[in-house]
């Protein structure tokens, strides 16, 4: 196995992946449920609160955090262990994208694929940048954006269009100045960090979002 892709890091992507059903619960959650965009958005933000609690004892809490370790240590980063897990950064962002989608039909077209290309995208960036990442961009590599960006075109002209009531939400088909327009600002966004003073934000938080509304007003 590649120096620096560990079996350890292949699990965890994986398990990043599954973070998908998040963009599709925003966009298909009230048909399927018959609920509000807004009742959607609420379960998504106490979805997000619950886990940010779990998070918080875990950290307190040594016999939780014994927990974790034991069952997800192997998955998680060395920063995590002191810190809040991606997964709730994730929720996070989920949940911010959740309120976006109030917009209207567009809001949630546009969330659907900002959330998910920088979830998938993300994962992708990680595996090849530790496969065969060289030019290094911080603490990521130029090859994983690379990565990242390739996937979401691909996934944005084989997937996107076929989804049940995407183009009708989208307001016509999918274009491909669009997809390479969506796709080239999760990978830019995903690759540079924003840092406020001292503090470096979490991707997880931010980048859906303003890819959503990117898309939104660009669109």
């Not at 911010?96 to 659907?112: E, N």
């Amino acid at each position: 196995m590649p120096s620096g892709l560990t079996k350890e890091e292949i699990n965890r992507k994986l398990l990043h992946g599954l973070a998908v059903f998040l963009p599709m619960g925003i966009f298909y959650g009230s048909q399927l449920t018959g609920q509000t965009q807004l009742i959607v958005s609420i379960f998504f933000t106490i979805l997000f609160l619950f886990s940010l609690v779990i998070d918080l004892i875990r950290l307190k809490a040594a016999s939780v955090e014994s927990f974790f370790s034991r069952y997800f240590g192997s998955m998680m980063r060395d920063t995590e262990k002191t810190q809040l897990t991606g997964a709730t950064y994730v929720m996070g962002g989920s949940a911010i994208c959740s309120w976006i989608a109030l917009y209207g039909l567009k809001g949630t077209a546009c969330v659907l694929v900002a959330l998910t290309l920088f979830i998938l995208g993300d994962a992708i960036a990680a595996l090849v940048g530790k496969a065969i990442g060289r030019i290094k961009v911080g603490d990521k590599t130029l090859e994983g954006s690379i990565g990242c960006f390739v996937f979401g075109v691909l996934f944005s002209l084989l997937v996107f269009p076929i989804l049940p009531g995407f183009q009708d939400a989208w307001g016509g088909p999918f274009s491909i100045p669009q997809i390479i327009f969506i796709s080239a600002s999760v990978s830019l966004l995903e690759l540079f960090s924003i840092r406020v003073g001292i503090l470096t934000l979490n991707d997880n938080l931010y980048v859906p979002a303003v890819v959503s509304l990117l898309a939104i007003f660009v669109f």
